[in-house]
Structure formats: C-alpha cells, structure tokens
C-alpha cells in the first residue's frame, strides 16, 4: 500500500469516528492533523526521458498526447474501438468519433492511429505521462524544450519538407509545412539526442514509428482536412511556449480527468484542513482531554407517582394514561464549528468521487472503478478538458 493510501484510510476512520461519537466535539479530543505526504515529483532529468518519445512531434500533436495522456482509460478505450471499426475512413471516420464520451484531446489522436496505438501499448508510459502533466505542467513542457535544443545540437532537428522548425524568445517551435498534412516524425528516443538515455522501463517499439538508428525519417503524410470541422480536431491545438501553457480552442487546457491526484492541489486543502483545525484548538470551550459527564436518564412523563396527572377541579376522574415507553438518553450530536456539515456520507462520496488507479495493464486488461489493473502511482481528483 502506498503512503499516500495508508494516509487516506487513517484519515477515513477518523473522520468516521467523528460522525458515530456520542459526545459534542467540543468536549472531545479532536483528531490530530493529518500527516503530510511527500509526492514523487519527477526529476528534471525524470522529466526529460519521460518526454523524449515525443518532443520532435509537431506542436499541436504533442499538446494532443500531453492531454490525452490524463486518459489512459479512454486511451485504451479509442483503441480498440480504432481496431474495430478499420473500415471507417475519411469524413465517416471523423464523423463516428465525434460521437464517442471520448475526451476532446483522445478524438483528436484517432487522426493519428500509430500514436494512438503506441499510447495503449505503452500504457504504464503514458500514465507517467498523464501523472507529470497533472502536477508539474511547466515542467514537462520545459523538459520538451530542453530536449529540443539537443536534438538541433545534434543535427537531428531541423527545417524540411515535411516540417518547420523556427526559434522565438529561447523556444523551438515545431509544425507542418504544409497546413493540411501531417507528418509524424519516427527516430530513437534514446538516441536521437546525443548522448544515449536509458530507455524507458518496459519500452514497446511501436512498429512504424520508431528506428533502432540515430536520425529522423518521415512516413507517409496524413491529412487532417476531415478533422478540422470538430472543436477537437487539429487546428484547435497548440501552445504558448513563452508562458508554458498548452492551449485548446486558444486557451488554456485544464485537465478535468478523475485518474490521477493534483498532489499540489492535495498539499493546500492538506493546509487548509490543518488551519481550520488550529482554529478549533483556539475556540472557547475547548479542553483537550475533557470528558463530558454523561447524562442521567430522563423521568416518564407518564406512570409513576411523581408524574401522574391530578384529576380536573370540574371533570369526573379520567382513566390514568398507560405508561410512556422510556425515553432514551438525549443523543449528543456534534455542534456547530470547524467540523460541521462533515459526516460519513459526504466523506465517502467525497473520495469515492476521486478514484484511484494503477498501471501497466496488460492490452486488453479490464478496468476497475475508474482505474486499471497494473503497476504504477494514481489517484485521485483533477484530469482532462472535458468533453468539447
């Protein structure tokens, strides 16, 4: 179990043993701030290698995988479906993506079904991916970048039929010569840059889109016309490199994907919590370690001696009322403060909305609650552009 889980589950109990308690919180010993966890952000040279597979891409192709890769599950999802229906070709095929829950940023991939298919293929990659976007979006793209200066120190990227490549203000911008057509570079990952980089562990070489020698070719072009007319399609693609932002329909992407956990996200509601429970500790009233005395057992109101109705000055006697069940004691519920409007219910869809997943499934593994079976760190409450 990760830290991150066994965090969660101590934090779940508590929260649990707060709702059932009988006494006011405020005469109870409030549960201790919650531990902190240190997230395993990448490194930047983590980062590089990371990004490597795709640097050399075509700009708005790149933002594509970066978006997508917040999906795996939708990624495994559009290729199989891409398997499917291989018949479908052209305006048919755009026209049938454009009906499927897909994320706008995993339709747009179905242009390219090489890179599509490697995504899936490469599936425990792509979530690290997914995972490095999510919390450290700046960093990846620097990391691209980064790895685009090496590749022109070394030759490998430059202007050409198939492409552009120009600099502005320190960034290396990458698109297609011709508007309309799209050409997916294939090279080493590993040795395209110079120096040799350890492959990624688990590397599958997609066939097609990668060459065992240094250099960089181009396969036939694809053409993107039959796209375009969809929010996802290519043209909707792009990045402000200056600012470090990957951008959808000209603004900026912000991942909605219920995958992976924003563990900076996490670390200020983690703040807040901790300030809301400080609060408490400074409210008056609160006495740690204080227990309340517990409550005598109410008097029927019915029955008994003390309690029994005196007859009426003008009525004839009545008959004594039967006896009253017991009352039970008076019920302590919490009292209105820093916890309130917290209970097991909320608590539970809270977190439950959050999800967690796993990864390196296997092709054609199954999914479960929002997650897939495998190897890997995810989670959690963020992710993908929604459904444009």
Same mark, same amino acid.
């Given at each position: !179990?990760?830290?991150?889980?066994?965090?969660?589950?101590? =934090? +779940?109990?508590?929260?649990?043993?707060?709702?059932?308690?009988?006494?006011?919180?405020?005469?109870?010993?409030?549960?201790?701030?919650?531990?902190?966890?240190?997230?395993?952000? &990448?490194?930047?040279?983590?980062?590089?290698?990371?990004?490597?597979?795709?640097? +050399?891409?075509?700009?708005?192709?790149?933002?594509?995988?970066?978006?997508?890769?917040? #999906?795996?599950? $939708?990624?495994?999802?559009?290729?199989?479906? !891409?398997?499917?229906?291989?018949?479908?070709?052209?305006?048919?095929?755009?026209?049938?993506?454009?009906?499927?829950?897909?994320?706008?940023?995993?339709?747009?991939?179905?242009?390219?079904?090489?890179? +599509?298919? @490697?995504?899936?293929? @490469?599936?425990?990659?792509?979530?690290?991916? %997914?995972?490095?976007?999510?919390?450290?979006?700046?960093?990846?793209?620097?990391?691209?970048?980064? !790895?685009?200066?090496?590749?022109?120190?070394? /030759?490998?990227?430059?202007?050409?039929?198939?492409?552009?490549?120009?600099?502005?203000? %320190?960034?290396?911008?990458?698109?297609?010569?011709?508007?309309?057509?799209?050409?997916? &570079?294939?090279?080493?990952?590993?040795?395209?840059?110079?120096?040799?980089?350890?492959?990624? &562990?688990?590397?599958?070489?997609?066939?097609?889109?990668?060459?065992?020698?240094?250099? *960089?070719?181009?396969?036939?072009?694809?053409?993107?016309? =039959?796209?375009?007319?969809?929010?996802? %399609?290519?043209?909707?693609?792009? #990045?402000?490199?200056?600012?470090?932002?990957?951008?959808?329909?000209?603004?900026?992407?912000?991942?909605?994907?219920?995958?992976? *956990?924003?563990? @900076? *996200? =996490?670390?200020?509601?983690?703040?807040?919590?901790?300030?809301? #429970?400080?609060?408490?500790?400074?409210?008056?009233?609160?006495?740690?370690?204080?227990?309340?005395?517990?409550?005598?057992?109410?008097?029927?109101?019915?029955?008994?001696?003390?309690?029994?109705?005196?007859?009426?000055?003008?009525?004839?006697?009545?008959?004594?009322?039967?006896?009253?069940?017991?009352? +039970?004691?008076?019920?302590?519920?919490?009292?209105?403060?820093?916890?309130?409007? !917290?209970?097991?219910?909320?608590?539970?869809?809270?977190?439950? $909305?959050?999800?967690?997943?796993?990864?390196?499934?296997?092709?054609?593994?199954?999914?479960?609650? /929002?997650?897939?079976?495998?190897?890997?760190?995810? %989670?959690?409450?963020?992710? /993908?552009?929604?459904?444009?």
């Amino acid at each position: !179990m990760t830290p991150f889980k066994q965090f969660l589950a101590v =934090f +779940l109990a508590g929260c649990l043993t707060i709702a059932t308690v009988p006494g006011g919180l405020a005469f109870q010993n409030p549960p201790p701030p919650p531990v902190p966890v240190q997230g395993a952000q &990448p490194s930047p040279d983590e980062l590089q290698r990371l990004v490597a597979p795709i640097a +050399l891409y075509p700009d708005s192709l790149v933002a594509q995988v970066l978006a997508a890769s917040t #999906f795996p599950e $939708e990624i495994v999802e559009a290729d199989r479906w !891409m398997q499917e229906h291989r018949n479908l070709q052209g305006q048919q095929l755009a026209d049938e993506v454009n009906k499927q829950p897909w994320d706008a940023s995993v339709k747009a991939l179905t242009a390219f079904p090489s890179v +599509l298919a @490697n995504m899936d293929k @490469n599936l425990s990659w792509t979530s690290s991916l %997914g995972d490095a976007y999510v919390n450290d979006q700046a960093g990846v793209m620097n990391a691209i970048q980064v !790895m685009r200066q090496r590749a022109e120190a070394s /030759g490998n990227l430059k202007g050409t039929p198939q492409q552009t490549v120009t600099t502005n203000e %320190g960034s290396i911008y990458i698109q297609p010569a011709n508007p309309q057509i799209v050409y997916v &570079p294939a090279y080493d990952p590993w040795l395209v840059y110079g120096p040799p980089l350890a492959p990624w &562990p688990g590397w599958y070489w997609y066939p097609g889109l990668y060459i065992t020698t240094p250099g *960089v070719v181009f396969a036939t072009g694809i053409g993107i016309g =039959f796209f375009t007319g969809f929010g996802w %399609g290519w043209h909707h693609w792009g #990045f402000d490199w200056q600012r470090r932002e990957l951008l959808h329909n000209r603004a900026p992407f912000v991942a909605r994907g219920n995958t992976f *956990v924003n563990r @900076n *996200v =996490f670390a200020h509601n983690r703040a807040l919590y901790n300030n809301h #429970f400080r609060a408490f500790q400074g409210r008056e009233g609160y006495r740690p370690n204080f227990q309340a005395a517990p409550h005598a057992p109410a008097t029927p109101r019915f029955g008994g001696a003390s309690r029994q109705a005196p007859p009426h000055a003008q009525a004839p006697p009545r008959a004594q009322a039967p006896p009253h069940p017991q009352v +039970l004691p008076h019920f302590q519920g919490p009292r209105p403060g820093a916890f309130s409007g !917290m209970n097991r219910g909320a608590m539970t869809r809270g977190f439950s $909305e959050r999800g967690f997943s796993s990864f390196g499934a296997p092709r054609g593994g199954a999914f479960h609650g /929002g997650g897939f079976a495998g190897g890997g760190y995810a %989670g959690g409450f963020h992710g /993908g552009g929604g459904r444009r």
